[in-house]
């Protein structure tokens, strides 16, 4: 009891549920944290992190290859990729290059996900853990090639065309596995302080803000994980968003330079900020549940202010504005 008490003041403190205390604090004391997934308990799994080229997705790229996953490391550049490619083989000795494939696709560029999609289905047989990690916080409003806002297009657009088009080859993974296929958001604790705009998806209302755009799109992420959820439950996908904490990772650095200076010291690692999505590639299935929202290992609620709670109907209009925008 005492540790829940104190998992909550943790949680509610920011400060102290977010930065590396918190982390520190949950795995050192408190008894409800899960036991590490064993040595290679994702052994002749099949995985795909978007972003990998850096920060939290090429820490749970590491991760995940430490646990015995073959890793599609999806980045938008050759040279990104190599670069991430061998760091993680420094960081894990006597791991097979061949284990470790560089995908390049733009997911912002729908065209670019569907062409990436029907040749990955092609390449592996099947497809056990997808991670959505690739993010970015851009200081102006931008939009893509085809006409998306550009936070839109990367953080939701491009994740849930990509789900989609492989469903069958995550299903694949599933029956070949037992166990249950994961599809994984990296989502982030500022979604708590934005409510679904499903009437303005793309931002063009008001004044355009990077953060505010950012966090927006990131509500966006945990919404589409229960929509998702619900359309995947009956193939044997469990789909899980997540927020990693404040990390040092170069988003923060790079974008968010005066949050660096104010909370560096204590921000996380980018393996500690990568432990929960790991942990939800290799966990149980029957632990998990589906349509959830985590942090450090634990379901977490999805609204604290009451402002910031959808409807029924703004779930179905954000579901048929996203149909549109994918085709």
């Not at 920060?55 to 646990?67: D, I, K, M």
């Not at 960081?91 to 065209?111: K, N, T, V, Y």
């Not at 088009?165 to 958001?185: C, M, N, P, Q």
Request: charged share 25%; glycine share 12%; aromatic share 6%.
């Amino acid at each position: 009891m005492l540790d829940r008490v104190l998992d909550t003041v943790l949680d509610r403190s920011l400060v102290g549920g977010y930065s590396k205390l918190g982390y520190l604090a949950r795995r050192r004391t408190w008894a409800g944290w899960r036991a590490d997934p064993r040595a290679g308990a994702l052994s002749g799994r099949t995985a795909l992190v978007t972003g990998a080229g850096g920060g939290l997705g090429e820490a749970t790229a590491t991760g995940l290859a430490r646990l015995g996953a073959t890793v599609h490391l999806l980045v938008r550049g050759e040279e990104k990729g190599r670069a991430a490619q061998d760091r993680i083989l420094a960081a894990l000795p006597g791991l097979e290059r061949e284990r470790l494939p560089i995908q390049i696709c733009d997911l912002g560029e729908l065209a670019q996900v569907r062409a990436f999609a029907t040749r990955f289905a092609t390449e592996v047989e099947g497809l056990d853990v997808l991670v959505h990690n690739a993010g970015l916080l851009p200081s102006e409003r931008l939009e893509t090639s085809e006409g998306n806002e550009l936070t839109l297009a990367v953080h939701v657009l491009g994740p849930l065309l990509l789900t989609r088009l492989l469903t069958d080859t995550l299903a694949a993974g599933a029956e070949r596995s037992g166990s249950g296929s994961r599809v994984i958001f990296v989502s982030s604790g500022g979604m708590y302080a934005q409510p679904l705009r499903a009437d303005d998806l793309q931002f063009r209302d008001g004044t355009y803000g990077g953060t505010a755009a950012y966090a927006r799109t990131k509500r966006m992420q945990v919404v589409l994980t229960g929509l998702l959820a619900d359309e995947l439950a009956d193939r044997e996908i469990g789909v899980h968003a997540l927020h990693p904490g404040w990390a040092a990772t170069p988003g923060v650095t790079g974008s968010l330079p005066a949050f660096d200076r104010v909370v560096g010291p204590v921000l996380r690692t980018p393996e500690q900020g990568a432990d929960t999505a790991v942990w939800l590639a290799a966990a149980p299935a029957g632990m998990l549940g589906t349509g959830r929202f985590w942090h450090d290992r634990t379901v977490r609620p999805q609204h604290y202010l009451s402002r910031t709670r959808e409807t029924a109907a703004q779930r179905e209009r954000f579901r048929a504005e996203l149909d549109r925008l994918t085709g």
